[in-house]
C-alpha cells in the first residue's frame, strides 16, 4: 500500500501543486549568449524560494521569461497552472513583481508612482487605492518619504518603492529580482522580515539573489544556478545537509591534535590561525568519531571542544560546484 506522504511527494516531484514548473527552458539573446540553458525549476506552492546564482547566472533572464516580458528560445513555462508567454494577461494580475531596476517617474512622488501604477492596473479598484497606496507604503517603511519626488530617492528607496508596487494588491505569487539590492543591513533585515510576513499569509514568494546567508535566512527551498545551468534545487535543509560539515577540535595542543586526525585518517586537516582550533572532514559514521575522540584523549591532547560544525548553503555550493561563489568570466 503507498503512504499518503509517498503520493503527496509525487504529486510535487510532477509539479501538480507547483506554482512555477519550467522544463528545459531556453533562452539565447540575439548576440549568440546562452543565458539560460535547459533548466528544470519546480516552486512548490507556499514556499519562500531562493533562486541563487552569481552575476551572469541568468536569474534575470529567467524571471523575465517567467513573467512574459521575452520569449524563451525553447522549452516551456508554467506559471500558476498556465504556459507563459501565452496566458500573460491572464497570470500577471495574481503576480506581484520586481525586476531589476523598477521603472519610476522621477517627476512624481512615490506616493503618485503608486498611484498611477495601480491605475494602469485594470484588476485595481480605484475607490480603494488611496488606501492600498498608504498601505503598501507603510509595509515597506517608505511613508515618510511619500511625498519625496521619485529622482531624488536613494537606490534603496527606489527599491522599496519598486517592492511597494508589487505589494498594492494581494498575490498568490511574488517575483522579487535582488529585493535587498541596494538597502543598507536594516533595510535588508526589514525586507526579509517582510518576505516572511508574506509567505506566512500564504503568499509563494519567488526571490533571487546572489547572497547565500541571506537565501539561508529567509528561504524554505532553493536553486542554485550557475552560468545558465541549475545545479541544484530543494528544501534548504537538504542542500546545507548535502555538503557535509566540518569536524572542530577546540584544544591548545593543536599540532598535536593535528598529527593524531591524520594518523586516523581524517582528510584536509587544517590548524587554524589562532592555533587552538584543528579542522578537518567529517569521517562517515559516528562510530568513528567517537574512536577519533579518544583518540585524541589518549594520545594526551587537552580537547577542550570536539563536534561538527552544520554545513552551510556555501558549503552545499563549493561542494556542487567546485568552485568559490565567483562570477563566470
Ligand atoms: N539583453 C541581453 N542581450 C544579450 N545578453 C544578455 C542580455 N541580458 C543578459 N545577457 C547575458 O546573459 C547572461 C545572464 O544574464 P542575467 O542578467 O540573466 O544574469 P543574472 O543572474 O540576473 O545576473 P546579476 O546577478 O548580475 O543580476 C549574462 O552573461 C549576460 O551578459
Ligand atoms: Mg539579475
Not at 59 to 73: F, H, N, Q, V
Request: with cysteine; aromatic share 4%; proline share 5%.
Amino acid at each position: 500500500m503507498e503512504e499518503p506522504s509517498a503520493t503527496a511527494w509525487q504529486k510535487v516531484n510532477r509539479g501538480d501543486d507547483a506554482v512555477i514548473v519550467t522544463r528545459a527552458l531556453t533562452k539565447r539573446y540575439r548576440g549568440g549568449q546562452l543565458a539560460v540553458d535547459a533548466l528544470d525549476l519546480t516552486v512548490p506552492a507556499g514556499s519562500v524560494f531562493g533562486f541563487l546564482g552569481p552575476n551572469g547566472s541568468g536569474k534575470t533572464t529567467t524571471i523575465r521569461m517567467l513573467m512574459g516580458l521575452i520569449e524563451p528560445t525553447s522549452g516551456t513555462a508554467r506559471v500558476l497552472g498556465q504556459s507563459m508567454p501565452r496566458a500573460t494577461r491572464a497570470v500577471l494580475p495574481h503576480v506581484g513583481a520586481l525586476i531589476e531596476g523598477p521603472a519610476l517617474y522621477g517627476f512624481l512622488s512615490g506616493r503618485d508612482n503608486l498611484a498611477r501604477y495601480d491605475a494602469a492596473d485594470p484588476t485595481a479598484d480605484p475607490r480603494t487605492r488611496r488606501i492600498r497606496v498608504a498601505a503598501a507604503l507603510d509595509r515597506v517603511g517608505l511613508t515618510a518619504a511619500a511625498g519625496k519626488k521619485a529622482k531624488a530617492y536613494s537606490l534603496g528607496m527606489k527599491q522599496r518603492l519598486g517592492l511597494a508596487a508589487a505589494l498594492l494588491q494581494p498575490r498568490r505569487l511574488l517575483v522579487l529580482d535582488e529585493p535587498t539590492n541596494g538597502l543598507d543591513p536594516q533595510g535588508m533585515r526589514e525586507i526579509r522580515s517582510l518576505v516572511r510576513e508574506l509567505a506566512s499569509d500564504g503568499t509563494t514568494v519567488f526571490l533571487s539573489s546572489h547572497l547565500l546567508d541571506e537565501i539561508e535566512q529567509v528561504c524554505t527551498h532553493a536553486a542554485v544556478m550557475a552560468q545558465g545551468r541549475l545545479i541544484t534545487q530543494g528544501p534548504v535543509a537538504e542542500l546545507a545537509a548535502g555538503a557535509r560539515g566540518l569536524l572542530v577540535v577546540t584544544t591548545p595542543d593543536a599540532a598535536d591534535a593535528a598529527r593524531v586526525l591524520k594518523e586516523q585518517g581524517v582528510a584536509d586537516v587544517v590548524v587554524t590561525e589562532d592555533r587552538d582550533r584543528v579542522t578537518g572532514e567529517v569521517p562517515e559514521d559516528d562510530r568513528e568519531l567517537a574512536d577519533l575522540n579518544a583518540a585524541l584523549v589518549g594520545a594526551g591532547v587537552r580537547v577542550r571542544g570536539f563536534g561538527i560544525e552544520r554545513a552551510s548553503l556555501e558549503d552545499a555550493f563549493v561542494a556542487l560546484t567546485g568552485e568559490g561563489f565567483d562570477v563566470a568570466g
